[in-house]
């Protein structure tokens, strides 16, 4: 038999397999991106129902940045405030009514002002405005941070929890940037990925993401961290002053005091030029202290 002849029929047969091998694997990857997206499709038939939110009121720059976000990845219904509800915490409307109307204001999403809380807010939208449970609930973009402490008094953050209690997906987003004019497009990237990655993982039941970013430009963002909230609180004090009628009237005022330089930490993160990202849950129970407390009440 001619050597070179087996050589090169050998040869043909070794590529002929590479070339099936190949074509094998590359069909494997694709069968693996169809049945993926499938799932994705099927799990929510069509686009996601996406909720906002926010307290800085319906006409706020940061709420508008996350609109025009999250329009790229679902349907859309905007349920916020009417006005200014910073510092509103959980609080809701009980001794008087409430209202809402819907706005002609920006994009494809239907925009709703309410006169109530941003709890109140959410509240309306599951009862009265949309058509089913929203698959995912965002609130914010935030003028200013909601890091540490600043949860339990933030009006964005009142109002995911309060979708986490309605065992929704939910997350605040806050710039750490109390100006009306602030840079929001700098972010943008960081929390469309954010929210994709919250539809395509769910969270458990009652846990909420807090997510803070600090005031830089894209580029200087090194990138997200799952943090703890710091143990950081206000020092406070009123500051007393005097009307033209002789009545004493006080202005809140104080400073930061932030407690914990512990490396996982959202004040640390959000100083060294991360994003933090904070799970958090509405049940307060201190569960460490339980055993300890029922060896008293014995």
């Keep these: 038999?001619?050597?070179?002849?087996?050589?090169?029929?050998?040869?043909?047969?070794?590529?002929?397999?590479?070339?099936?091998?190949?074509?094998?694997?590359?069909?494997?990857r694709i069968m693996k991106i169809s049945q993926k997206a499938e799932k994705i499709k099927e799990k929510f038939m069509s686009k996601p129902l996406i909720l906002v939110t926010n307290d800085d009121g319906?006409?706020?720059?940061?709420?508008?940045?996350?609109?025009?976000?999250?329009?790229?990845?679902?349907?859309v219904i905007v349920v916020a405030p009417n006005s200014p509800q910073s510092g509103?915490?959980?609080?809701?409307?009980?001794?008087?009514?409430?209202?809402?109307?819907?706005?002609?204001?920006?994009?494809?999403?239907?925009?709703?002002?309410?006169?109530?809380?941003?709890?109140?807010?959410?509240?309306?939208?599951?009862?009265?405005?949309?058509?089913?449970?929203?698959?995912?609930?965002?609130?914010?973009?935030?003028?200013?941070?909601?890091?540490?402490?600043?949860?339990?008094?933030?009006?964005?953050?009142?109002?995911?929890?309060?979708?986490?209690?309605?065992?929704?997906?939910?997350?605040?987003?806050?710039?750490?940037?109390?100006?009306?004019?602030?840079?929001?497009?700098?972010?943008?990237?960081?929390?469309?990925?954010?929210?994709?990655?919250?539809?395509?993982?769910?969270?458990p039941k009652g846990v909420v993401l807090n997510v803070n970013i600090p005031n830089l430009k894209k580029e200087e963002i090194k990138g997200v961290k799952v943090c703890k909230q710091a143990n950081a609180k206000w020092e406070e004090s009123f500051d007393e002053r005097t009307n033209p009628h002789g009545k004493k009237y006080y202005w809140l005022s104080g400073y930061f005091n932030n407690m914990d330089q512990s490396e996982d930490a959202d004040e640390t993160a959000l100083t060294n030029g991360y994003i933090s990202i904070v799970p958090v849950k509405f049940d307060m129970t201190a569960y460490e202290y339980m055993n300890e407390l029922n060896s008293i009440y014995k």
């Design 1 to 28: 038999m001619n050597v070179t002849c087996l050589f090169k029929n050998e040869t043909k047969f070794n590529t002929l397999f590479l070339l099936k091998y190949y074509k094998l694997v590359i069909f494997e």
């Design 58 to 75: 319906i006409t706020a720059p940061g709420i508008r940045k996350l609109i025009s976000i999250v329009n790229q990845i679902g349907d």
């Design 88 to 203: 509103k915490g959980h609080a809701i409307t009980i001794n008087s009514t409430l209202s809402f109307e819907e706005l002609n204001l920006d994009g494809p999403q239907k925009d709703f002002s309410c006169s109530g809380t941003p709890v109140d807010c959410v509240k309306m939208a599951l009862d009265k405005i949309l058509p089913r449970k929203p698959d995912l609930v965002v609130s914010g973009i935030n003028h200013g941070a909601n890091s540490s402490i600043n949860v339990i008094y933030s009006g964005t953050m009142s109002a995911a929890v309060e979708a986490g209690v309605e065992g929704l997906q939910a997350i605040g987003f806050s710039l750490g940037d109390l100006k009306w004019e602030a840079d929001f497009d700098q972010a943008e990237d960081f929390i469309k990925d954010i929210i994709l990655k919250t539809l395509e993982n769910p969270m």
